[in-house]
């Protein structure tokens, strides 16, 4: 069971006021906050041992090394990969996706055909729109249906010899929609094709465990999982890592150089060129950490408890409609009321001092699909409580007074 109030203690930023009233966060799907543990952990790095890695034989470099090594880790533990240098560290989901993305360049061919969902973040469409543009392989899409589920009858027609690649994510952002993954990846294989996962929006909730996945590569960003910004990974199983060309050139990545030839380093060294976030990737460990601590099922039941109530509350209000209702979801509630601009709603809220998200959430076919130009998105995380959704709900009600 999570103690809310415990919970909450651990957050330093929850005590802070916005507009004169208490800030009521519910923009957790954009980027989670950070518990005290972590930002220790920042601070404790650039206080004591702030450092270069790898590199260096004096002691603040080798412990500086030895803690990001140590957070890698972690991650692997995590995320149940086979060998911690199958954990790329990254500067999150976008940069491990364009990894991968530019890496399978080299790896398909004209006419050959890369399937993406219909859910997906802009993060996951561009870079294999690019994909496709250099190669001349074709992107074809499976289509959602109006509750916000994938379609995946059509998904069963779409794979064939010539997939090379199928791109998805595990949950919606704009949604919350949790998607058959398991399903996905089994179909995908049937044709040797590989399968990325796009975590981001699925590690705050759920602890995936790739090996039993069996995921060619699974990516997410440490900022949405209570970890800071700019740090992220890629998993990728190490025969398809070895087979990807590095993606960028420089220190680090490197075994031997001269003019007439370079080799290049092992993993995860290989795509790990320049000098990394190390702070970043240490944090992510302490991160982790604490929401091991927590626990991932119990975070899951008690957001589960937070959605039931916030959906029951929230359809209470006079014309509001809510977008993606399957029965798996996360404590993501896209709405709109009525004909109200969600932009104008989510000004009111904020002069209330709630944090919500209004726009398209990276995520325009979506709405394209819906035929609107976005939605109010409220998404929980497990400091949030029902009596900030009575605030949510209250403060809704006078925003629609107010605009209609
Ligand atoms: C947030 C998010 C991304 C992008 O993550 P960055 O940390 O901005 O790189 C990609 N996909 C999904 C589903 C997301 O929620």
């Not at 959430?361 to 409220?378: E, L, S």
């Amino acid at each position: 069971m999570i103690n809310v109030d415990k919970i909450r203690a651990d957050f330093p930023i929850l005590k802070r006021e916005v507009h004169g009233k208490p800030l009521v966060y519910f923009d957790n799907a954009a980027t989670s906050q950070t518990p005290q543990v972590v930002i220790d952990a920042i601070a404790d790095y650039y206080s004591n041992y702030n450092s270069n890695i790898h590199r260096g034989v004096h002691t603040l470099s080798q412990e500086a090394t030895d803690k990001y090594e140590e957070a890698r880790i972690k991650i692997q533990h995590h995320f149940n990969a086979k060998e911690a240098y199958e954990i790329i560290l990254t500067s999150g989901t976008t940069h491990s996706i364009n990894m991968v993305a530019s890496g399978f360049a080299s790896l398909i061919q004209k006419g050959d055909e890369i399937i993406v969902s219909a859910l997906e973040h802009h993060s996951n469409i561009v870079p294999w729109q690019m994909l496709c543009e250099k190669t001349g392989a074709i992107l074809k899409v499976i289509p959602m249906l109006e509750n916000g589920a994938l379609d995946m009858e059509v998904y069963h027609n779409l794979v064939n010899e010539k997939t090379k690649l199928v791109f998805c994510n595990h949950v919606s952002n704009a949604l919350g929609t949790i998607n058959p993954i398991e399903e996905i990846i089994e179909k995908a294989h049937t044709v040797n094709a590989a399968v990325l996962i796009d975590g981001a929006q699925a590690t705050p909730h759920i602890k995936p465990d790739v090996q039993a996945l069996n995921v060619d590569f699974y990516v997410a960003s440490a900022h949405k999982l209570c970890g800071p910004t700019g740090v992220g990974l890629l998993y990728g199983k190490q025969e398809w890592l070895e087979k990807l060309p590095p993606y960028q050139g420089g220190g680090e990545m490197i075994a031997t150089v001269s003019f007439e030839k370079t080799t290049y380093a092992g993993l995860p060294h290989k795509f790990e060129a320049g000098t990394p976030n190390i702070c970043g990737g240490i944090a992510f460990g302490a991160a982790l950490d604490y929401m091991n601590a927590v626990g991932l099922d119990e975070i899951a039941a008690y957001e589960a408890e937070l959605l039931a109530y916030g959906t029951k509350e929230l359809l209470k209000i006079e014309g509001l409609k809510i977008f993606g209702n399957t029965s798996e979801k996360t404590a993501v509630i896209s709405f709109n009321v009525g004909e109200i601009h969600p932009y104008d709603i989510g000004a009111i809220l904020d002069k209330l001092g709630i944090a919500v998200r209004t726009g398209h959430h990276c995520a325009q076919p979506i709405m394209d699909f819906y035929k609107i130009p976005g939605t109010v998105r409220a998404s929980f995380s497990f400091y949030n409580t029902k009596e900030e959704i009575d605030v949510l709900v209250n403060g809704l009600k006078r925003a629609v007074m107010m605009l209609s």
